[in-house]
């Protein structure tokens, strides 16, 4: 018999985080296509709008980022519990969700994963959140930022090999987030309805069936 | 071409007049004589003094002494007469005019600019010398200051460019490639540009343009370019990318269509496929070597530190952004389709 309940899974602080990423990021998106096409794409006014809201966007996404951090590290300290995988999830936990994504979703089965406030990533998620929120998303700000003010860090600039190098690294992170985004969005429709994962992001609740006899039902 | 040849010889004409009368005055000095006395500070002064190496190869040596200065006599300076000097625009009289006409000439002469007796085309002075003649007047830290308040990384624009690039109506540009040095062997040491001697202790017994010309053709190719770039020898030696300007105007008015950063942001790759190895002569100027067409649009190390956004963007990097932007977009379409094939599975009950 299945009956339904609401979890908090998501709290004020981690939701605004993600809204406040959200935005920055599809702006950095929009206007990196006018920055590096200005001669095909005019979206905005002049080119340099295009770039101040780039590096305002810029700003956003890492000021979010430094919420975010501090929230997990500081002020819930779950952050290890809630991103870094188990050892369970690597050796039973990824195949199993991929065989969901891969398989048996289409066959109508329900996810293997069922989230809890400490537990609210599947081990997939889990994996792709690490290396996106330890290593793209730092390092895309990181060079962002550089590129931001070129001057007065050049000497970080020749660390990295020269600005071509530094554009070139913020350019193939940059594409790569945004095809995890496409991914992101698209896996977010992906419960029982279009909006059952999305609606969490926004109110914080998520509503979940629970088998309450799961070996009694015949 | 033939009628800016014709307006050179008219423009020459007082010159020409002059050095044709010459033999008839039967005035047999000539400007290696003036050299004999004017080449040696401890002759005539160092106010009256011309440095014969940077002189030599100006076009004014071509035309000789006697042109600018044509009261001289066989007896000076035991005459006693001040001798007469030419002025600028009795040759230069479209760019006299040009000068005459902006804001400029109320507060600097020609001479206040430019030496005449080193006075070098565009193509044979630096973009960092170029900028010493608007510092000499307009201070640097000040210029930086006003320019901030409304170009991005005025800083970078400032040490970039040369000034005339947006206070000219300069429409044709190259990019030229500068080699600097870090001044002391320190981790931070200043990077300025390389000298003529500092350049030559480096290359040793070879000509200084062979430090990246490695094969000695005098074509610089991308291959050399990233040679020079990825040579861990050349780690205190490093390009760096200016858009210089290939005739020089004398209005020097801030142009309106510089204000918009597209002029130069939005002129596409197509706008940056010639660029030239800029290196420092003997005498002070500054010698071209052509570079492979298109080079500064390579992805990586071709020119490391030349990068101006929008219009020097690699097409290679363009299409690994495309193919990862499309593994992004393989999850929605694959997984989408499948999804909408099987929806009738996941209407029933959940197994």
């Known amino acids: ?218 | 071409m033939i009628m800016q040849t014709i307006h050179k010889i008219l423009r020459a004409g007082p010159i020409l007049l002059l050095l044709g009368l010459a033999p008839g005055m039967a005035f047999s000095m000539d400007s290696s004589d003036c050299m004999a006395c004017h080449g040696e500070p401890d002759m005539v002064g160092e106010e009256l003094v011309i440095e014969a190496l940077g002189f030599d190869h100006t076009a004014h040596a071509d035309v000789g002494c006697h042109a600018c200065h044509a009261t001289i006599t066989e007896d000076h300076p035991d005459d006693g007469l001040t001798p007469s000097k030419a002025g600028c625009s009795e040759c230069h009289d479209e760019i006299g005019e040009e000068y005459g006409a902006s804001g400029h000439a109320e507060n600097a002469g020609c001479s206040d600019c430019h030496n005449p007796h080193r006075a070098l085309g565009p193509t044979a002075v630096s973009g960092h010398d170029m900028n010493l003649q608007c510092s000499a007047c307009h201070e640097r830290a000040d210029m930086q200051t006003r320019h901030a308040e409304w170009l991005p990384q005025a800083d970078l624009h400032i040490s970039m460019l040369p000034c005339i690039t947006c206070h000219s109506p300069v429409e044709d540009f190259v990019i030229s490639l500068y080699i600097i040095k870090r001044q002391s062997e320190t981790l931070f040491g200043q990077f300025k540009l390389a000298s003529y001697d500092e350049l030559a202790a480096l290359a040793g017994d070879k000509p200084i343009q062979e430090l990246v010309d490695t094969n000695a053709d005098s074509y610089i190719s991308l291959a050399e370019l990233r040679m020079f770039n990825l040579d861990s020898e050349n780690k205190q030696l490093r390009l760096q990318g200016m858009m210089t300007p290939e005739v020089v105007h004398h209005d020097f008015r801030a142009q309106d269509d510089r204000w918009d950063c597209s002029f130069c942001h939005a002129s596409g790759p197509g706008a940056m496929q010639v660029s030239y190895l800029s290196l420092a002569e003997r005498d002070g100027s500054f010698r071209r070597v052509a570079v492979e067409k298109g080079a500064v649009l390579d992805a990586l190390y071709g020119t490391p530190d030349f990068y101006m956004v929008g219009s020097t963007r690699s097409t290679a990097l363009n299409y690994v952004g495309l193919v990862i932007l499309a593994g992004g977009m393989v999850m929605p379409i694959g997984h989408g389709t499948l999804r909408f094939l099987t929806r009738k599975n996941r209407r029933h009950e959940e197994k």
């Open chain 1, 1 to 218: 018999m299945l009956s339904k309940t609401k979890i908090y899974l998501q709290p004020t602080p981690v939701r605004i985080w993600h809204w406040l990423n959200a935005l920055g990021i599809i702006t950095l998106c929009v206007t990196a296509v006018q920055i590096r096409f200005p001669e095909h794409v005019h979206l905005f006014a002049n080119y340099k709008a295009a770039i101040l809201l780039h590096n305002v966007a810029g700003l956003v996404v890492t000021f979010s980022f430094t919420l975010w951090f501090t929230y997990y590290a500081f002020i819930s300290r779950s952050m290890l519990k809630v991103y870094l995988p188990s050892k369970d999830d690597l050796q039973v936990g990824l195949l199993r969700q991929a065989k969901f994504y891969l398989l048996t979703y289409f066959l109508g089965w329900k996810n293997p994963h069922h989230p809890t406030p400490e537990n609210k990533f599947n081990p997939m998620q889990k994996s792709a959140y690490l290396a996106i929120m330890f290593i793209l998303v730092p390092l895309v700000s990181l060079t962002g930022l550089l590129l931001t003010n070129v001057s007065p860090m050049r000497e970080l600039v020749l660390m990295v090999g020269g600005l071509k190098i530094l554009i070139a690294i913020h350019f193939l992170l940059a594409c790569s987030l945004c095809a995890f985004l496409f991914t992101h969005v698209y896996l977010a429709t992906l419960g029982k309805t279009p909006m059952a994962y999305i609606k969490p992001m926004w109110t914080g609740w998520e509503e979940e069936e629970i088998d309450e006899h799961p070996h009694g039902a015949a």
